[in-house]
């Protein structure tokens, strides 16, 4: 890994998150940020042997996302006896990123889904789960 100094940068966005309880068991989750972030001063040896100029400005900040967000549905119902069944879905997705100062090469977007289910009572639980359901193969 190489490091090194931004003269100056700016980073622009908004987030949100928010949480809906339509009815006692259902609890429903929701995520998104917008990020605009770009050099404005950066003298680079990368940018002058790509782009011909020392200076990145202009370029997006490498390593991160334009959009991401995420998406969440929990339920929770009792079954007797202080057990309680559980079952969750998670989406998160990310838009594609700028890997270098030049924004030559983009890590790809994706969505990635997660399942689980099972009981639980007290700090005792039995659950079953399934990680990246859409066997989405880009980096996370």
Not at 25 to 38: C, D, F, G, K, Q
Not at 82 to 102: C, F, I, K, N, Y
């Amino acid at each position: 890994t190489i490091s090194a100094n931004v003269g100056k940068t700016r980073i622009r966005g908004a987030e949100f998150e928010g949480t809906w309880l339509p009815w006692t068991p259902l609890e429903l989750r929701a995520t998104y940020s917008y990020n605009n972030a770009e050099f404005l001063d950066f003298l680079s040896d990368v940018c002058l042997a790509v782009l011909g100029t020392r200076q990145c400005a202009g370029q997006k900040l490498q390593n991160t996302p334009h959009q991401q967000g995420s998406f969440s549905a929990a339920f929770r119902q009792p079954v007797g006896d202080g057990w309680q069944w559980t079952t969750r879905a998670d989406l998160t997705w990310r838009s594609s990123m700028p890997m270098s100062e030049v924004n030559s090469a983009r890590s790809p977007g994706f969505t990635l889904l997660n399942l689980r289910t099972g009981i639980e009572a007290g700090s005792w639980n039995l659950t079953a789960w399934l990680n990246n359901v859409t066997d989405e193969d880009s980096p996370a």
